[in-house]
């Protein structure tokens, strides 16, 4: 995966531009690093205050895929909360 590094943070919005990558794994590695790294360290609560849009269900930045990733960095399983998988969703 390729190291985000490219950030442009727009003061007079409250909007985040990332501009590098062509490929559909550097717009993950974007969201993973904005969610994990960047929007923490602006005291954002990235359970509660983010919001991600995606054009498409299928593919590496579709809602399937991103759904799975960002529930990894967000909510990660731990052996103390009880999850129920029901037709391949963990609720």
């Excluded at 390729?2 to 062509?22: E, F, K, M, S």
């Excluded at 960047?38 to 509660?48: H, V």
């Amino acid at each position: 995966m390729p190291l985000v590094t490219a950030w442009l943070y727009l003061r007079q919005t409250d909007c985040l531009w990332y501009g590098d990558g062509l490929q559909p794994e550097h717009g993950v590695q974007a969201i993973s690093e904005l969610i994990s790294q960047f929007l923490p360290n602006l005291a954002f609560n990235t359970a509660t205050d983010v919001q991600v849009l995606c054009p498409m269900a299928r593919g590496l930045v579709g809602t399937r895929n991103l759904n799975n990733v960002l529930q990894q960095l967000i909510n990660p399983p731990t052996p103390e909360k009880v999850e129920i998988t029901r037709v391949l969703m963990k609720l």
